[in-house]
Each structure stands twice: as C-alpha cells, then as structure tokens.
C-alpha cells in the first residue's frame, strides 16, 4: 500500500478538496483506496455523507487500538473501491495519547501494517496545524502532497510544511518524499494570470523545483460542485479540470509499481 499525505500547514489551501478527489479518481480506476480523515474539523468525513453514529469507532478508536483495524473502516455509498477511516470533534483528544505514546511518529504507520495487504493506496488528509496530529500523518507518509494556494499565504504554508518535513526526515521519523506540490486556487482572467497567483507559483517553483510544481487548481466554482454532487468533474462534463489529478495519478501508479509488497 502506497501512502500519501496531503499536507499543508495553513487552512484553506485545498487539502480536503485534493483528498477527495484523487481518492474518487484512483478508486474509479480501480485502485482499492483507503481515505483517512486526520483533521479534527472533519471535512473529508462530511463531503463523503457519512454519518456517524454514537460510538461508532473513528480514527481516534483506531490510534488507540481500542477496537479492531477493520471496525473503523467504512465504505463509501456507490463506490466499491473506496473506504474511510472517518473523524469527528473528538479526534483532538487524541493528541496527549500521541505526546505520551513514545512512538506517536511512527504509530499510524504501524496501526495501518494490518490493513495494508486490503488497498493499493492510502490517502490521509493532514490537520493544517503543526500537531501530535499531523507529525504521526508524516511519520505513516511514503510520499507527501502539498496543495498551497497560489497567494502570499500559500507560499508561506509551503515553506512551513517542507521546514517539518525536514526536520522529521532529519531526525528519522519519517522517509516521506514530497511527490509534488499543487498549486491551488490559481487565479486568472481570461487567459491572463493575476500578478498575485503568477508571483506566488513563481515563489513555489524557485523553492522546490519546477519538476515538483503539479499543473495548478484553478479558481473555480466546479471543484466545489463536484464536492457538493458527490461527483466528478468529468461526469459534470469538466474534464479538463482533473487534468493535475490525471497527472498526479501518473506519478502514483508509477510509485505503486516500485512499492514492494511485504514478504
């Protein structure tokens, strides 16, 4: 199983909005695919319509191990490839139990080890906080995407995201490589770039390389659509705005390939 974190740490930089539809895609293509919902605000759960009830087990339940892996996972309504490892408020709780664990880096990479022979890829929607959270997200991470919107904020977001990655690979809590980053809400008039989005991607582009710059999101009201719909962009007759997805399923299908199954 080949898994990624989708991590910024700013809100609002589409992470959520990425999580959910290169989740929908790979599963559409028949990539068996996990989702987890690591952000206590619990979008990702809420846009997959799941509605949980009292004591239904969460991500929290599984980080704790206080009920068996499969049990806290879900399917997804009319999509037989893909699944969830939901969230709710509670999950914030979750952070002294990481703190205090010792191994809280590392521990949902080892929580995951028993479902991972179950999928191809794992998608986990980081918190945009520097968290117990989102360390343990990087600590499970094979490879990182970080969709940072194309402003001022965006770029900031980025360089705080890369500045923990690093120091997370530094200290060997993580092996997680950045697979790209996606520039989001991309803003243009006609086919002109704002001044903004253009100088923001230009900053992304000198600070990781262009070969790491995904084609960018554009500013549009379809991808929220989408959300609402619970659809794809193609089926509402957009395809050509899941142009950075295809790309960035490339890049997964070529990295799931080198994945060598455990012995």
Same mark, same amino acid.
């Given at each position: 199983?080949?898994? $990624?974190?989708?991590?910024s ?10 999580s959910l539809?290169?989740g929908? /895609? @790979?599963?559409?293509?028949g990539? %068996?695919t996990? @989702? $987890?919902?690591?952000? %206590?605000?619990?979008n990702?759960?809420?846009? *997959? ?5 009292v004591?239904?087990p969460?991500l @929290?339940?599984?980080? #704790? ?7 806290s996972?879900?399917p997804s309504?009319?999509?037989d490839?893909?699944? /969830?490892? +939901?969230a709710d408020d509670?999950l914030d709780t979750?952070?002294?139990? /990481?703190s205090?664990?010792?191994v809280g880096?590392?521990?949902? #990479?080892?929580? *995951?080890? +028993?479902? &991972? ?5 794992c ?12 360390l343990?997200?990087l600590?499970?991470?094979?490879? /990182? $995407?970080? %969709?940072?919107? &194309?402003?001022?904020?965006g ?5 705080r995201t890369?500045d923990l990655l690093?120091t @997370?690979?530094d200290?060997? &809590?993580t092996?997680?490589q950045?697979?790209?980053?996606? %520039?989001?809400r991309?803003?243009?008039?006609g ?11 230009d ?8 070969e *790491? $710059?995904?084609?960018s ?16 962009l193609?089926?509402?007759?957009? +395809?050509?705005?899941e142009?950075p ?6 890049k997964?299908?070529?990295?799931t #390939?080198?994945?060598? +199954?455990?012995?």
């Amino acid at each position: 199983m080949l898994t $990624i974190a989708i991590a910024s740490l700013s809100g609002g930089q589409g992470k959520t909005t990425t999580s959910l539809m290169l989740g929908r /895609l @790979l599963s559409r293509q028949g990539y %068996p695919t996990l @989702l $987890i919902d690591a952000d %206590p605000q619990h979008n990702l759960t809420t846009y *997959l319509d799941l509605e949980l009830q009292v004591n239904q087990p969460t991500l @929290l339940e599984f980080l #704790k191990k206080s009920v068996s892996a499969e049990d806290s996972i879900y399917p997804s309504e009319g999509n037989d490839n893909l699944f /969830l490892i +939901p969230a709710d408020d509670q999950l914030d709780t979750v952070q002294d139990y /990481l703190s205090n664990s010792g191994v809280g880096a590392t521990l949902l #990479k080892r929580r *995951l080890d +028993p479902v &991972a022979d179950a999928f191809k890829v794992c998608i986990i929607d980081a918190p945009p906080q520097r968290s117990q959270i989102c360390l343990t997200v990087l600590g499970a991470a094979d490879a /990182l $995407i970080i %969709p940072a919107e &194309a402003s001022v904020k965006g770029y900031g977001s980025l360089v705080r995201t890369l500045d923990l990655l690093r120091t @997370l690979q530094d200290i060997g &809590a993580t092996d997680a490589q950045v697979m790209g980053v996606l %520039p989001f809400r991309d803003r243009w008039i006609g086919n002109t770039q704002t001044h903004e989005s253009r100088a923001a991607v230009d900053g992304m582009r000198d600070e990781v390389g262009k070969e *790491l $710059i995904l084609p960018s999101i554009r500013e549009s009201e379809r991808y929220k659509q989408a959300i609402n719909r619970r659809s794809t962009l193609s089926d509402m007759g957009y +395809p050509e705005l899941e142009y950075p997805f295809e790309v960035l399923i490339n890049k997964i299908d070529k990295l799931t #390939k080198k994945k060598k +199954p455990k012995s």
